[in-house]
């Protein structure tokens, strides 16, 4: 064309006037990709390759499921139409330039997928830098700023580990038109310096894809075809020194707090009171103040799991109080036929509900007895007690009780027990006994459990193998159940230690 400016003597030209040569419309198109074809006449698609240089990770927002990054991002591709080594001999130094240069360019339009908002640094003119070869090949290199998601996995937070990435892919040209690569060596570094506060970086690695997009996809403008994708991704292993000292160990402590309840003693209410609910707040304040950080997710992560059983913990002790303070409260000492765990805990239940269940067990083996005392009387309820018979027993005569009647029904020579069925009825009450091997007995049997001639010096194992029976007061059993709970609370929290533990670090 006449008006098309010649490309003769370019060494004379400065590097503007060569550069409105080359890129003037009469030879030169901005809006269509660079030509190449094979040796067959086939048209090649582009190849651009990306390298990215990480200046600085902010730390993962888990609320919001992303991260920041701010990164130094290169791609690299051939334009023939652009090659000056024939035209201008003697220039050898690439032509460099910024955003002017580059918007009078072709370029690869190439998006970030996974970006919530990005933004070039600083000012357009400095932090765009572009370079042109002799041979034609063209090098843009971007400083930005982007927000991208990050789909966390807290299922193990806080020991948790994330991989984030972050995702190029083309916007306009498919496969057959543009094909993104990573440069063959270190496609992604990073800065010496970059360092995150509540994550360490353990490793990181590229991938490159082909995203397939049909027509209910609107990432890509709605048109249909593969598209090239590039990827990089982040290994990050969180740190759990922040963890450990403001929740963990605050909360072991609050735990531990709450167990000095049972060294006070089960009738102060006040104190116990104070202490059980007091620290049962703390440990839900200090709870909700590390849920506010995270999503609201459907699974159950391990800090979930952590707060609920220590809140098991502190409410059980609350708890322990309680039925502790009830059982000192009562009037009548309780006799015991063993002094074990099992009679002391079974000495525990309501006295109704004790007064049932041994109903329940003896109306198998007493109902006939009964009925041969009375065959009209309506029998309210009766209690069968094996007693082992002592020596000392032996003498033992049963008297009358008002409003109530005993009888006893079955003595064995062989085991030496005694057979005792307490029968009550709307008017009157006796005692009786049938026995083949007992002689008459000079003591009530009321006195039985009391063990009323038994030395008073006598110690509760004494009284045992004296008679068989021991009496323990209320404030006795409380002050017992506070004891074991003493080692019992401690014990099973270290037992849910070692399984928390255990499946944090090892599963």
Not at 324 to 350: C, D, E, G, M, Y
Request: hydrophobic share 40%; proline share 5%; charged share 20%.
């Amino acid at each position: 064309q006449e008006d098309c400016p010649a490309l003769n003597n370019g060494d004379n030209l400065s590097q503007t006037q060569l550069l409105d040569r080359l890129t003037h419309g009469c030879r030169y198109d901005r809006l269509e990709r660079p030509i190449t074809y094979t040796e067959t006449g086939t048209r090649l698609p582009v190849d651009v390759y990306m390298r990215a240089y990480i200046y600085f990770m902010q730390n993962l927002e888990a609320h919001d499921l992303q991260f920041k990054i701010f990164a130094l991002l290169q791609m690299r591709y051939m334009d023939p139409r652009l090659s000056f080594r024939n035209v201008s001999p003697k220039r050898l130094q690439p032509i460099l330039g910024e955003q002017t240069l580059r918007d009078s360019l072709w370029m690869p339009h190439i998006f970030l997928a996974n970006e919530r908002d990005s933004s070039i640094l600083g000012t357009t003119e400095k932090d765009i830098l572009t370079s042109i070869s002799p041979d034609g090949t063209v090098i843009v290199s971007t400083r930005i700023k982007a927000t991208l998601y990050c789909w966390l996995n807290l299922k193990k937070f806080p020991f948790d580990e994330q991989h984030c990435s972050t995702v190029l892919e083309s916007w306009m040209y498919n496969t057959s038109e543009l094909v993104l690569h990573w440069e063959q060596k270190r496609p992604i570094t990073y800065d010496p310096a970059l360092h995150l506060t509540e994550f360490i970086l353990q490793n990181s690695w590229s991938n490159e894809t082909v995203i397939n997009a049909d027509l209910s996809d609107l990432r890509h403008g709605a048109f249909a075809g593969n598209y090239s994708s590039l990827s990089f991704t982040v290994h990050l292993n969180r740190v759990v020194g922040f963890y450990l000292m403001d929740y963990f160990l605050p909360s072991m402590l609050i735990v531990a707090l709450s167990w000095v309840s049972f060294w006070i003693q089960a009738d102060q209410a006040p104190p116990r009171i104070t202490l059980g609910t007091s620290t049962l707040l703390t440990f839900i304040t200090l709870a909700s103040a590390q849920g506010k950080t995270l999503p609201k997710v459907s699974y159950i992560k391990v800090s979930e799991v952590w707060f609920l059983g220590c809140t098991i913990f502190i409410f059980g002790s609350m708890v322990e109080f309680a039925f502790v303070n009830s059982i000192w409260r009562r009037k009548r000492n309780i006799p015991l036929r063993k002094l074990s765990s099992k009679h002391i805990l079974k000495s525990t239940l309501p006295p109704n509900l004790s007064r049932r269940r041994s109903h329940a067990r003896s109306r198998s083996f007493s109902g006939a007895s009964a009925r041969q005392l009375d065959g009209n009387a309506a029998f309210n309820n009766y209690l069968t007690v094996n007693l082992p018979i002592t020596p000392i027993m032996e003498n033992i005569v049963l008297e009358p009780q008002p409003k109530r009647k005993s009888s006893f029904q079955q003595l064995s020579g062989n085991n030496r027990k005694l057979d005792v069925t307490f029968v009550e009825s709307g008017e009157n009450a006796m005692a009786t006994t049938s026995t083949a091997a007992a002689p008459s007995l000079n003591r009530s049997m009321t006195d039985i459990p009391n063990n009323n001639n038994i030395p008073e010096d006598f110690s509760h194992e004494e009284q045992i193998a004296y008679t068989g029976w021991t009496t323990l007061t209320p404030q006795e059993i409380a002050i017992w159940i506070d004891t074991r709970a003493r080692f019992m609370f401690p014990l099973a929290f270290l037992v849910f230690n070692m399984f928390f533990w255990t499946f944090v670090y090892c599963i």
